[in-house]
């Protein structure tokens, strides 16, 4: 079984900082590409940021030169630094995983996705 725990959510002000940790467990060795996602109420699941694990990554206009997305491949672990947060910014965030490799060699190209961390940004 494949587990994405995700932290690092929670309350801040506009402007302020949260980083966000995402990280796979279970019988697997490494992942594929990883990403985070987020819905606000009422709003369509957007991507985020999105990284390979060559470490390309892919930010839409709306967070671009604010969030960062990086990834530590022996951790299976993925994070999200969002600087500058704005009210906009409010949504519940996914960690999501595109792929990975089981202990046993296999790969999978399922998709996995955390729960959902809350984060919230006031004015």
């Known amino acids: 079984q494949v587990q994405l725990v995700e932290s690092g959510g929670g309350l801040v002000q506009a402007g302020g900082s949260l980083r966000l940790s995402c990280a796979a467990s279970g019988s697997i060795t490494r992942t594929n590409a990883m990403a985070w996602y987020r819905q606000a109420p009422g709003k369509q699941r957007e991507l985020v940021a999105a990284v390979t694990r060559g470490g390309t990554t892919n930010y839409p206009d709306s967070v671009k030169g604010r969030f960062t997305i990086s990834r530590d491949n022996a951790k299976n672990t993925v994070y999200l630094q969002m600087n500058s947060l704005k009210p906009e910014d409010t949504a519940v965030y996914y960690c999501?995983?595109?792929?990975?490799?089981?202990?046993?060699?296999?790969?999978?190209?399922?998709?996995?996705w955390g729960q959902g961390t809350q984060v919230t940004v006031s004015s």
């Open positions: 999501n995983v595109k792929g990975l490799w089981f202990d046993s060699g296999i790969y999978t190209n399922n998709d996995y």
